[in-house]
């Protein structure tokens, strides 16, 4: 099945600094590959994905670049905010069996300091 | 939609005890992933449901854990017997068709078992 790696474990950066997050995958088809903020105690929320087919987008502070012959993928924020610190999930989506399954990476803890 | 719902949010059991956890998913979502949470592994995906049908059940830790989905609004996740290492928080997410969608977070159930 898919194995997703992601570094670093831990990030801490002061307010305003970029933070880039680097995640591998291992399935060449995997097609989809979503990020997830878990703020304390709360569910993952999706903040933002790419598909296979585009190399990069971006949504305000956020952007993602996809390298598919490196199969590898990053989450970069800008101008961080303390309310940035969360734990933070890359994910791909690649065949498993006869359907698709969704396999996270570890997460990275990132803190935001003012 | 209320989104995904997942019963009850937090349980403690005793050690040897059968527990039962459930979810809901949003309405016309055809996949339904189980997955659990922990300091130590992150998010480990259990077992996975295409069209009520259990697709993939790899990452099912022991005999010990089984699922069903009897129909498309309804799925559950039981431990029996329950163990202390099983204490997690044990996720739902539903997404809508294969291929690159989001999939939506239930709010968790904080196993302990004691």
């Known amino acids: 099945g898919e194995n997703v790696e992601q570094h670093p474990s831990t990030l801490s950066v002061q307010e305003g600094d970029s933070a880039v997050i680097k995640c591998t995958y291992s399935?060449?088809?995997?097609?989809?590959f979503p990020w997830y903020k878990q703020e304390l105690g709360k569910r993952p929320q999706l903040i933002i994905d790419?598909?296979?087919?585009?190399g990069e987008k971006k949504d305000q502070r956020i952007a993602v670049t996809l390298n598919k012959t490196a199969k590898h993928f990053s989450l970069h924020i800008t101008e961080t905010q303390p309310e940035d610190s969360a734990v933070y999930f890359c994910?791909?989506?690649?065949?498993?069996?006869?359907?698709?399954?969704?396999?996270f990476g570890k997460g990275t803890s990132l803190l935001v300091t003012p | 939609d209320a989104g995904v719902i997942q019963s009850p949010r937090h349980e403690v059991t005793e050690m040897g005890q059968e527990v039962t956890l459930r979810c809901k998913p949003i309405s016309g979502h055809d996949y339904l992933f189980w997955y659990r949470q922990t300091m130590m592994r992150g998010l480990e995906l259990l077992i996975y449901f295409n069209n009520n049908v259990p697709i993939d059940d790899s990452g099912m830790p022991e005999d010990r854990f089984s699922a069903k989905m009897p129909n498309a609004s309804f799925s559950t996740l039981k431990i029996q017997p329950s163990e202390p290492r099983d204490s997690a928080v044990y996720f739902c997410?539903?997404?809508?068709?294969?291929?690159?969608?989001?999939?939506?977070f239930g709010q968790g159930t904080r196993l302990t078992v004691v």
């Open positions: 790419i598909r296979s087919n585009v």
């Open positions: 399935d060449s088809a995997s097609n989809y």
């Open positions: 994910a791909a989506r690649g065949r498993s069996n006869s359907g698709y399954a969704l396999n």
């Open positions: 997410a539903s997404s809508l068709t294969q291929g690159s969608t989001e999939a939506f």
